[in-house]
């Protein structure tokens, strides 16, 4: 099996973030990212041009970085990282699913502007004092089953979605005003509970070391 694609990319490093938290990681290999965007190869090789893409054992390719996670977590030995229960489950895949539905594209213009230096101060504003907010919110309502991880006290599909949200919020939101959670109590308690742990520190170090290395690139 085969992962390509860049840990800076939150729909990639939730999938290296799974695949760690099952003690999986070397049953994958990772491609890094073979072709640059835009080009017919990199549409040769995924379908829709983007990372995450997946190479599976029979040759199949997946795309939709929360879909290769939820297969290497079926396919592969290690912690179940969906729930049994059904109701944790479809939290689970909820609170995932409000992190790529509306906080993601909440943070778009922030991104943009860091990321792909094509930055457009109105919609930044608008991000950081409308789109952000409601989406946090959002995701703090949905966090109803929130223990010492995202849903109940076991890891899942869940926390690894979201570990890179707090670095995205953290490393790139920042600069434009964001603060912290607020007085959001189920994302507090969550982040709180996680913060110090290997599968954080790991993770986040993972996509500063692509960042800076981007930036160097850039300068
Ligand atoms: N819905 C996709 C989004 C993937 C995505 O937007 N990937 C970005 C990197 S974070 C990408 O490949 N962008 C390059 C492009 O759009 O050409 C997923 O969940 O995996």
Redesign the pocket.
Known sequence: MQLFGLNL???YERVVIGLELKGASDKVEFGGLPHA??TPEIMAASPT????YFVTDSGDVL????VILEYVDGVLDGPDLLPEDSDAAANAKLLARIY?MYVIPALGPVLMALIFQKRNDEAIENAMKEALPKALDLLNTCMSKVGTRAVGDDWTIADAALIPMVFQLDVFARQFGYTGFGDRANINAWWDSIKDTDTVKNSHERMMTVLKKMQANAG
């Open positions: 990319s939150p729909f965007f835009g041009g983007k990372i995450p795309i939709e970085g929360q790529d």
